[in-house]
């Protein structure tokens, strides 16, 4: 794929989403980092779904912390891996309460040293929470970049490297989120919907469907 049709595919999912965002609910940094980590293996409408009756109840590391696991495993039981997203969580908590002012921190190095955040994650924050360019491969991201073949890559870490470098950097702000909704609702996993997609013209997918 040549840089030109780069172009083009992303000029193309800014004109149909300008503004992308992400579909987990939150309001600041922290209830972010907290949603991203109960997302690991789960969907955005089930993290929501905790989160939204949890946050109105606890939404500081000070407050969250003060469940404790039980208590905090209550809110999230329906929410796969609960019992040890729930311990990461609360240790998570006491970490930005006693080393970091109660403050998300905004470097990957700080985040990664956090309880439950791993390098998705922690991309996942610096780019939505604090507007830094970096490449958050979930399996949706991983499967538009391999099909449409604007950054194969055998595994996650290839595939972020590659897009940090083949997209145009006027998009590389906000191309996580196009890539994603992308993948989650028209590049599906099982059969993609080529016939409703803006790009189908541009991408290199040979197994393409008429849906």
């Known amino acids: 794929m040549n840089k030109e049709k780069r172009f083009e595919i992303f000029s193309r999912l800014r004109a149909e989403n ?3 965002k992400t579909e987990l609910n939150y309001s600041t940094p922290f209830e972010l980092l907290i949603a991203v ?3 690991a293996q789960a969907t955005d409408v089930g993290v929501n779904k905790a989160t939204d009756k949890l946050y109105p109840v606890a939404n500081t590391p000070e407050a969250i912390a003060a469940l404790g696991v039980d208590g905090l495993k209550e809110y999230i039981k329906t929410i ?8 990461n969580v609360i240790k998570t908590c006491h970490m930005l309460v006693e080393k970091h002012n109660s403050q998300v921190p905004s470097t990957r190095e700080e985040l990664e040293a956090l309880p439950g955040v791993g390098r998705k994650t922690a991309n996942v924050v610096l780019n ?9 491969v979930d399996t949706h991201i991983f499967r538009f970049a391999n099909r449409t073949k604007v950054a194969p890559g055998k595994n996650v870490l290839e595939v972020e490297q590659k897009l940090l470098r083949f997209v145009p950097k006027e998009f590389l702000l906000d ?6 909704l992308h993948g989650r609702y028209i590049c599906t996993a ?3 919907r080529c016939g409703a997609c803006i790009i189908e ?3 290199e997918f040979k197994d393409k469907t008429t849906d």
């Open 128 to 136: 939505t929470a604090f507007r830094q360019i970096a490449m958050a």
């Open 37 to 39: 980590i109960l997302s």
């Open 190 to 192: 099982r059969k993609p």
């Open 18 to 20: 300008p503004e992308p």
């Open 80 to 87: 796969g891996l609960f019992n040890s997203k729930a311990e």
């Open 175 to 180: 191309a996580h989120h196009w890539m994603i």
């Open 201 to 203: 013209d541009l991408c």
